[in-house]
């Protein structure tokens, strides 16, 4: 193989999975053809397959892979700055799943859904069938307005937030625009363009003072029973990511939570972001086992949490409790399957991996038996950026129990979405789960959270309401900006209820309502101003991965229209 071209084919995959990718992409390109993407996968896992083969270890290769690197962002990037981190990070752990788990090219970036079956068989018989999940066009539309019988004061309040990636080093007036992932902040490498402001910026990371002011209207305005935190505490800059490093936010983050909120529970979920490097979680690391020991002793407080949960979240990562009489909390390691995880390849075989499926169930069972109500919190949404053979089995697991769970939340894509979880034989939506929209204003977000409100009686969902800051209006003045308040779900959407057939119902609608359409695009970019027309492969898209969980069948639908 080409020396060169491997070299420029790590770099792109090793950067694509230090960044998130996904988390990168516009809303409106995500759903373009990504061949483009396979082919750099298939090419770098050949590659490093290659360098194995001859015995080359990553200290042979580096200098050669840092000066591609550079070259290749060329005058887009600081890759001077970039690579040396980047490459030290994720080129090691390639070689490592590779090695203990030898796989061809095609099998790893199926896997890791860089590749779909399509671009790499190459058959279009694989798609022929209609997914399980294929959209009808005649439904007519609910007329009825929608209403909340009980007053406010009577209903649960549960706040959710997410991907609050603050930044200690974030300073106001510093270059938005420096040549690195993330800007505004002081010293080499930063300068550059752009004036960050006060409360924030949609290019970087959270200013402490900005997650002061959402947790005083929490606890203030809000005054929720509880808060759940779906994960992504530290900013992005991997480059330069230490043990040390992810660790001290993690213990940052929650000291601003017990100083904003010292009376409130808040049960959190471990992110992409929360560990070392970003995305990197293999349990037989030493750095791993840490990464657990410190998320118990930060959090154990803050949750309520107990010797039970001790164990399960030492042993990897999740844990249940009960949040009120009568309403559980199941919080489960999304990052063990995720797909732009290497080590999730490994992760498959490891028994803890099982036993956590085990333990999702088994909470499941003893909560349906005692006649409680369940809460499932995670980061990373299943479907695109999960295994398949996981989301297949969260898919199934969920429509079981879909008379416990009552809610059942994420973060992560920092975006405003939904998606179904459907019945595989019949195909009808038997369950659900929301994305909120993250804190953190990076990849031009307005700062975001969400309030649930639960009936005290059986706790199933009544509504949501969304909030926000307006970033850019917040400019650089040190005035207080205001929370604002973005959509009620069942106004906004015209649902007859919050049940999964309102929503299944929904994305029916959005494919005849263009002016529907275009305001759920608007909320899944938090009205950020900057949405681009969404043409009819972009909707395809967004219907596609609403109605579809798994990453194959997403695909078969796009193709479907």
Known sequence: MNTLGGFVAICLVAFSFSINWEEQISDIDIYADTNGTC????????WVNENIDKNLTYADVRNS????????????????????????????????????????????????????????????????????????TEF?????????????????????????????????????????????????????NGTAGHWGDMACNTPRRTVDLILRHVSEVIQPDFVLYSGDSPPHAMWE??????????QYLTEIFREGLPDTPVYPTIGNHDMYPTNLYYLALDTIQEVNREFFANWEDLAFLNDANRETVEKGGFFETL??????????????????NFYSLLNEDDPVYEEMK??????????????????????????????????????????????????????????????????????????????????????????????YWL????????????????????????????????????????????????????????????????????????QNGKTDDCDETCRRGFICEIQNLVFPEINKCKRAF
């Open 241 to 250: 990511e230490t043990q040390e490093i992810q660790l001290n936010y993690t």
């Open 39 to 46: 082919a750099v996968c298939l090419l770098a896992t050949r």
């Open 358 to 451: 085990v333990f999702m169930k088994d909470t499941l069972l003893d909560a349906q038996s005692a006649g409680e109500k369940v809460i499932v919190v995670g980061h990373i949404p299943p479907g695109v950026f999960s295994l398949d053979a996981f989301a297949e089995w969260l898919n199934d697991v969920m429509v079981q129990f879909k008379d416990t769970i009552v809610l059942h939340v994420y973060g992560h894509t920092h975006n405003d979405h939904y998606t179904l979880f459907t019945d595989p034989e019949s195909g009808s939506a038997e369950s659900m789960f929301f994305i909120a929209p993250s804190v953190t204003p990076k990849t031009d977000r307005n700062p975001s959270i969400r309030v």
């Open 140 to 192: 007519d539309k609910y007329t009825q307005e929608p209403s909340i019988s009980r007053a406010r004061d009577d209903l649960i309040k549960v706040v959710q937030m997410t991907d609050v990636h603050v930044d200690y080093d974030y300073v106001t007036g510093t270059a938005t625009d420096c040549g690195l992932y993330l800007c505004c902040r002081e010293g080499d490498g930063y300068e550059g």
């Open 455 to 526: 009936d005290p009686e059986d706790f199933h969902v009544v509504d949501y309401h969304q909030l926000f800051i307006n970033i850019s209006a917040a400019g650089g003045v040190e005035t207080e900006p205001p929370i604002e308040f973005a959509y009620s779900a069942l106004d906004e959407y015209h649902l007859a209820d919050m049940t999964p057939h309102s929503w299944r119902d929904l994305a029916e609608r959005f494919e005849r309502d263009d002016d529907l359409f275009d305001v759920y695009i608007s909320r899944h970019t938090t």
């Open 323 to 340: 949040a009120m009489p009568g309403l559980r909390i199941l919080s489960y390691n999304s990052v063990l399957a995720y797909a732009q």
């Open 65 to 136: 892979i840092i000066v591609a690197c550079v070259v290749l962002l060329g005058q887009q990037a600081r890759g001077d700055i970039m690579c040396p981190g980047l490459m030290d990070h994720y080129y090691p752990p390639i070689e490592h799943t590779l090695t203990l788990k030898p796989m061809d090219a095609p099998t790893l970036c199926v896997a890791l859904h860089f590749c779909d079956q399509y671009d790499v068989i190459n058959e279009t018989s694989l798609y022929e069938s209609q997914p399980r999940n294929s959209l009808h």
